[in-house]
């Protein structure tokens, strides 16, 4: 059974920061690349990051300088740093483990972010 699972969410102040984590288990992790989703309220769900199974990153202009995602094979998860958060970073996050080569596509549940004073 293929388990999605996000962790690291909460409430943070802006300017301040928190690592996002996405854990897996059930699927060949080492062959699927793997994105970071979020969706605001009243707003599609978009890309924020994505990290392939060679490591090379991508990021959404809103990311870019302010986030980083990193994954580690061996612990099967991949992590999303975010740093000087907004209020517009306030959204609930989504892991989405996928291979196009074999037309797979898998998400967590998602994690609660809330940027607040």
């Known amino acids: 059974q293929v388990q999605v699972v996000e962790s690291g969410g909460g409430l943070v102040q802006p300017g301040g920061s928190l690592r996002l984590s996405c854990s897996v288990s059930?699927?060949?992790?080492?062959?699927?690349?793997v994105a970071w989703h979020r969706q605001a309220p009243g707003k599609q769900r978009e890309l924020v990051a994505a990290?392939?199974?060679?490591?090379?990153?991508n990021y959404e202009y809103f990311a870019r300088g302010r986030f980083t995602i990193s994954r580690d094979n061996t612990k099967r998860t991949v992590d999303l740093q975010m740093n000087s958060l907004q209020h517009d970073d306030t959204a609930v996050y989504f892991c989405?483990?996928?291979?196009?080569?074999?037309?797979?596509?898998?998400w967590g549940q998602g994690t609660q972010v809330t940027v607040s004073s």
């Open positions: 989405k483990v996928h291979s196009a080569r074999i037309g797979k596509a898998y």
């Open positions: 059930g699927v060949a992790f080492r062959i699927y690349d």
């Open positions: 990290i392939t199974t060679g490591g090379t990153t």
